[in-house]
């Protein structure tokens, strides 16, 4: 392979919302090698994806949207391969969102023996013919970026045939960005972001949590666990940012538990960074994650977190050294490791500084486009060799 003339990257996904995945896609984009990897990426026209594919855009990246009503829709495969013919197209990164996604992708690059690269997001188990499709089609896949160690054990277990080709890229944040939010966010604007958002007063304790309202995300153990915590530290407040399914099961279980009064649920929101750096801890309590990129933004912002030990939380978060770790659909344990935070501010402000510096130092966005690039110069010298 001529290292010297550059090569274009055909990003595909069949999603059809924004979420943490796909602003992953946007970050490797933006900050992947200009001069060696030129990128295009190719989604459905759905109105969900309109500002997603803006941002694209708005870094010089070419986007094509393909003309489909669903992910089912067999056109994916069609246009795809009329992309792949018409245009000069070195690599697919396929971005598989959810494990039986993608399909027809794999289909048009296995067409032309495309060199290709997928990401397995948030891999789990597929059963029957799910199951079988997706052996059959991960076979002629160049190489595999899982965004865990946990989630590499995992493909290695669905997929045992496919271990050399498998590697751990972990995701990342754009710290330059994030941390250019927070600059002029002063004591005084805090303080007025707390009592506009939050509703709290000067000596509240706020807890924010910031997840889909989902019940893999376990808010409903945070939400038994707050009358403990409220029991030792009345003025507390627990915000949960985020919108989802079980949003009306959570309220009456806030009404059950008597915290009603205590909680404040926020609905979607844009501003993370403000919100963030305006709470005095973040938990995470979930029963499943694939990785917990939110983690990395309650890290830069310096608040300390309490999360579950599962999937690729333990990656980020070293427990009694950047954060605390509980076991998950644990009210009683996720309270004493609250308590313990907002009892002792030497280790609140030991843990921040420690998970800062981690973040910074291990999961800038940078560090995972430059991984990424240095794969894709491994795959394509394989591919000519």
Known sequence: MNINVKKTTLFYTDTHFYGG??????????????EKYNVILVCSDFEKLKDWATKFESEGIEVIKLSVLHKHDPRHYFQLKDLVKSRKIDLMHIH??????????????????????????????????????????????????????????????????????????????????????????????????????????ENDTVILSVAELHERKGLQYLIKALPEVIEEHPRTILAIAGSGPLRNDLEKMAMREG????????????????IMAASDLFVLPSKKEAFGLVLLEAGIARVPVVASNVGGIPEIIDHEKTGLLIPPENPRKLAESILTIVNDTLKRDQYSENAYKKIKDTFDAKIMAKKTANLYDEVLNKKHA
């Open 259 to 274: 915290v009603m009064d205590h909680v404040r649920f926020l609905g979607f929101q844009k501003d993370i960074p403000h």
């Open 96 to 201: 598989v969102w959810n494990p039986a996604s993608c399909r027809y992708a794999f289909l048009a690059a296995k067409k032309y023996n495309m060199p290709t690269v997928i990401t397995e997001h948030d891999p789990f188990e597929l059963k029957g013919l799910k199951s079988s499709i997706k052996q059959k089609l991960i076979r002629h896949v160049d190489s595999i970026i899982t965004v865990s160690e946990a989630n590499k054990k995992m493909m290695e277990h669905l997929f045992p045939a496919m271990l050399d080709k498998l590697t751990t890229i972990h995701n990342g944040i754009d710290v330059t960005w994030f941390e250019s939010q927070l600059l002029s966010f002063s004591d005084k604007k805090r303080n007025e972001y707390r009592e506009k958002i939050f509703n709290a007063k």
């Open 21 to 34: 995945a796909e602003n992953q896609m946007y970050l490797l984009a933006k900050f992947l090698d200009k």
